[in-house]
């Protein structure tokens, strides 16, 4: 980036945000975008994609670039989250496979899976450095330079309206995104610190521990526990794990747990076992419940209920590790089940962001946008 002179250089570390319960009163609000945060910064031709850690991503996103030099203004640093739309929803996995090491994948990808680019913020526009000015004239800048842009590029809705802010939390979430963000309408652009406000969808569900796994300490301390929820044909779905315990308690665990030990066969679980009396790996290895990973744990019978925290789920299982609440003796394993998760409404990403979905990577897709 030898040629690039702009009032703020690459790298800087994007501003942040702290998790609080709810949403916070005389701000200004946007959805909270599922995707890689990343910082543009653009001087004519040349383009630099900065991400969390800093390092560009630049490669990854050769469409993208294309993109910035075209929509952008001439000269600029914005602040935003790339993203990959679907007619379902942002797919973060599908995201995540965009960062690959060898550019004819990357080029594949760049065309088959194209993401898109949500600008929220204006750090510096031409000669000026914005970052000292409050957040509501960095928003009316960002605005005015982004007004002819055109997609994969968009700018984020914003309401200062809270009524709005509370709508949009519980609707949106159908279409993939992670929550809301509020920011001090007065607030200068503080690099790297929890200045602005993330709320999170937060929930609890009821599951069957179904299994562990050892920790890498030692084989009679507990490192994980495999949660499982009962579909509506009364089938144990592995759903997710959840591993954060103190020390002592991974102790106590496994003590505790070694009356519940079962064989596989015995087990809902026997997924590297013989299907219809014919072993087939083949299900085994495409689990997505632990690609590329040794699918070996120690089977349960599915008696105890744990209660975990969760954000969000990814199709049937939790999007992150689940967090331990407690334990639910009161609770009998079959009343642990999908219906008792929260289903959000299913909301089109064209109806948040107009053309968000790009239109190029299925048949008609274009129509309805």
């Known amino acids: 980036m030898g040629g ?10 994007p501003m942040l945000a702290k998790s609080v319960p709810t949403i916070p009163p005389d701000a200004s609000y946007e959805p909270k975008w599922d995707g890689f945060r990343s910082i543009i910064f653009r001087d004519g031709d040349e383009v630099e994609i900065g991400s969390r850690n800093e390092r560009p991503m630049t490669r ?32 973060f996995e599908a995201l995540q496979q965009r960062i690959h090491p060898a550019a004819s994948r990357v080029n594949l990808l760049a065309e088959q899976t194209p993401a898109s680019f949500i600008a929220f913020d204006l750090l510096a ?3 000026e450095d914005l970052t000292g000015r409050p957040f509501a ?5 960002l605005e005015q330079a982004l007004r002819d842009a055109n ?47 993330k709320i999170k969808h937060e929930r609890t569900a009821d599951c069957v521990v179904a299994g ?34 103190p020390m002592s308690e991974r102790k106590n665990l ?7 030990v079962t064989t596989f066969d015995q087990h809902p679980w026997d997924w590297a076992g013989p299907v219809d009396g014919v072993r087939n790996p083949r299900d085994n290895e495409t689990s997505r419940w632990n690609a590329g990973k040794d699918l070996s744990f120690t089977p349960l019978r599915p008696e105890r209920v744990v209660e975990v925290r969760y954000d969000h789920m990814e199709g049937t299982r939790f999007r992150h590790t689940a967090q331990f609440v407690r334990w639910r003796p009161d609770r009998t394993p079959e009343s642990c089940t999908f219906a008792q998760l929260e289903q959000p409404i299913t909301f089109a990403l064209n109806d948040i962001v107009p053309g968000l979905h790009p239109t190029g990577s299925a048949a008609g897709l274009g129509d309805s946008a």
């Open 4 to 13: 690039m002179k702009l009032p703020v250089m690459p790298p800087v570390a």
């Open 60 to 91: 990854y996103f050769p469409e993208l670039v294309a993109a910035f030099r075209r929509e952008l203004p001439e000269r600029c640093v914005v602040d935003g989250e790339i993203v990959l739309g679907t007619p379902e929803g942002l797919d």
């Open 125 to 127: 526009l031409a000669d």
């Open 137 to 141: 004239e960095r928003r009316a800048m």
């Open 151 to 197: 997609a994969p590029v968009h700018v984020t809705p914003v309401t200062t309206d809270r009524e709005l802010a509370e709508r949009w939390f519980e609707q949106f979430e159908g279409a993939g995104l992670d929550g809301v963000v509020a920011k001090p309408l007065d607030g200068p652009y503080q690099p790297d610190k929890r200045v602005m406000f």
């Open 212 to 245: 562990y796994r050892p920790h890498k300490s030692g084989p009679d301390v507990i490192g994980s526990l495999l949660l499982g929820l009962y579909t509506e044909d009364g089938a144990l779905a592995s759903v997710g794990v959840i591993g954060a315990f």
């Open 254 to 260: 496994f003590a505790e747990l070694q009356p519940l």
